[in-house]
C-alpha cells in the first residue's frame, strides 16, 4: 500500500484543490490572471467596461472596493464584502467580463488562467502592504 492507502502515487497526485478560505466579515485581496496568449484589458474601453461591471456588482452584493489596479495580464482588488460570499461577487465579474472579451473580439474559450486567488486582510499591516502595492 501506497500513501494514504492508495496503491499508487497517481492516485495521490489527483487531489482536488485547496479549499478556498472564506469569512463572511473578512476584507479580502483578490488577484486574477489572464491567459499568456490574451491581454486581460486590450484597450481602455476594455478597461471601463471592467469597472463598470465592478460598479454594479458592488451595488448589488453592497460590497465596499478600497482599491484596485488593473494591468494588462492581470488585476488586483480590495474587497469588503461585507457579510456576501467573495465567491459568488467573483464568478460574477470575471464571467461577465469574460463574455465581454469573448463577444467583442470574436473568441471562445477561456481568458482567465486560473480560478481567482484571494487573500484574507487580516491585519493593518497587511492592508497597508496592500494598498501601498495597488496604489503604485
Request: net charge positive.
Amino acid at each position: 500500500m501506497g500513501y494514504n492507502g492508495c496503491e499508487n502515487i497517481q492516485e495521490v497526485k489527483t487531489m482536488p484543490r485547496v479549499a478556498r478560505i472564506k469569512d463572511p466579515m473578512a476584507v479580502y485581496h483578490v488577484m486574477s490572471r489572464s491567459i499568456s496568449e490574451f491581454d486581460l484589458f486590450p484597450d481602455n474601453l476594455d478597461k471601463e467596461h471592467f469597472l463598470d461591471i465592478m460598479q454594479k456588482l458592488k451595488e448589488k452584493y453592497h460590497c465596499k472596493i478600497y482599491g484596485y489596479c488593473l494591468m494588462s495580464t492581470h488585476y488586483h482588488v480590495i474587497v469588503d464584502t461585507c457579510g456576501y460570499d467573495i465567491s459568488k461577487f467573483m464568478k460574477s465579474l470575471n464571467q461577465s467580463y469574460v463574455k465581454y472579451i469573448n463577444k467583442k473580439y470574436n473568441r471562445r474559450g477561456h481568458l482567465l488562467a486560473e480560478r481567482f486567488n484571494s487573500k484574507i486582510i487580516d491585519t493593518d499591516k497587511y492592508m497597508l502592504t496592500v494598498s501601498s502595492y495597488i496604489h503604485n
